[in-house]
């Protein structure tokens, strides 16, 4: 039994030791993309109708730092500013697939190749689903919806800071103007809404490392189409943000399960649970959340699928740095990283994140019990 509890420590210390100088990056570019990218510019281009609203709210979602617990109430305060329904759903599907922080922590935990496939994988679904939007939703008033609100966000999400009414704005340095506002929304508000699930998806990876075999090729889970569907099932009624998905991911892969169902882990968890589709069939109705599914789970598996065929074809290396050892010079800077990173970890959870995730996870599981009682 110690054994098992000290391999469990070992190996939560060792990812996220190996995310750390990633995440670090990761939550500074979120910060600064937050901060040069106004939420009226996104709005403007989303209100654009036909195909070319659809695949740009698919490009701006695929950066974009966007917390999972907000993305409906953004989706519907961009609609009420004039987003097409198409462009919405678009929006809906890539955003909580793919942020610039999990881009990068994917490559520091899954290596490039996975890096690479996972913002893809999200533009794709989402212009699928947009498309599909296009065809199948009526265009109706992007004014009167009901449900969600802009308040319900957790409070970090895309929102611009405002004045104060009768409050003189002077000129501002780079520093005040955009570090100072850059680092407080990267390494303090998105990492409270992070924070809970880094270190739940932290653990979870030490848990998978210390006790599941060490090829999960051998059980029939390594390539192939039912490890996918085996990954839809698990990762669609549940809450998992895109950051937390990634490490038990990388765990998973370490562990002998196929790149594909990897894959489709990492998108069908983020964009995807029982709580937030009962919360889109009240806000935009039941055929646009069916459109919405439809596009996670069909561009999921067909993103599997490829990958699996690019990777026999051309021989890509899938590996998971979890498996191999830095150098020495990299390993001191992760361990450096490391600890800054627990430290930022245990500030933000004392400061609120644990009690705001704990709730998010209760809601989370009171929306598994109920949604299917819930019209």
């Known amino acids: 039994?110690?054994?098992?509890?000290?391999?469990?420590?070992?190996?939560?210390?060792?990812?996220?030791v190996l995310a750390a100088p990633f995440l670090l990056?990761?939550?500074?570019?979120?910060?600064?993309?937050?901060?040069?990218?106004?939420?009226?510019l996104i709005a403007?281009?989303?209100?654009?109708?036909?195909?070319?609203?659809?695949?740009?709210?698919?490009?701006?979602?695929?950066?974009?730092?966007?917390?999972?617990c907000g993305v409906v109430p953004i989706t519907v305060e961009l609609r009420r500013k004039g987003a097409s329904q198409p462009a919405s759903l678009s929006f809906l599907t890539t955003t909580p697939e793919s942020s610039v922080d999990s881009i990068l922590l994917t490559w520091g935990l899954m290596g490039p190749v996975m890096a690479i496939a996972r913002p893809v994988a999200a533009f794709a679904s989402a212009v699928l689903g947009g498309a599909l939007a296009l065809v199948a939703l009526p265009e109706t008033d992007s004014r009167e919806l009901p449900g969600a609100s802009a308040d319900?966000?957790?409070?970090?999400?895309?929102?611009?800071?405002?004045?104060?009414?009768?409050?003189?704005?002077?000129?501002?340095?780079?520093?005040?103007?955009?570090?100072?506002?850059?680092l407080r929304y990267g390494f303090v508000e998105l990492l409270d809404d992070l924070a809970f699930w880094l270190v739940l998806g932290i653990l979870a990876a030490g848990a998978v490392a210390a006790l599941l075999p060490t090829d999960l090729g051998a059980l029939g889970l390594g390539g192939g189409l039912e490890p996918m569907l085996l990954a839809l099932v698990v990762g669609v009624p549940i809450y998992l943000c895109a950051s937390a998905s990634t490490p038990l991911a990388a765990a998973l892969l370490a562990k002998g399960l196929g790149p594909g169902a990897a894959l489709v882990f990492l998108l069908a968890g983020p964009a995807t649970n029982v709580a937030t589709l009962v919360l889109l069939v009240r806000t935009f109705g039941r055929r646009f959340v069916a459109i919405y599914l439809a596009s996670?789970?069909?561009?999921?598996?067909?993103?599997?699928?490829?990958?699996?065929?690019?990777?026999g074809r051309f021989g890509w290396r899938v590996d998971a740095p979890l498996t191999t050892a830095p150098s020495e010079p990299l390993e001191l800077l992760a361990v450096a990283c490391g600890v800054v990173l627990a430290l930022l970890l245990a500030w933000r959870l004392a400061r609120g994140g644990l009690a705001s995730g704990w709730s998010e996870l209760k809601a989370g599981f009171r929306g598994i019990a109920g949604g299917q009682h819930t019209h």
């Open 296 to 311: 996670v789970v069909a561009g999921a598996l067909a993103a599997g699928l490829a990958l699996e065929a690019l990777v």
């Open 1 to 16: 039994m110690m054994e098992l509890l000290y391999r469990f420590a070992l190996e939560s210390a060792r990812t996220l």
């Open 44 to 68: 403007r281009w989303m209100g654009r109708r036909g195909m070319s609203g659809v695949l740009l709210a698919a490009l701006v979602g695929v950066p974009l730092p966007v917390c999972s």
């Open 152 to 182: 319900a966000c957790c409070g970090s999400c895309a929102a611009e800071p405002t004045a104060e009414p009768g409050t003189r704005t002077e000129p501002q340095g780079p520093w005040r103007r955009v570090l100072r506002p850059a």
């Open 25 to 40: 990056f990761g939550l500074l570019a979120a910060g600064l993309l937050h901060v040069l990218l106004p939420e009226r």
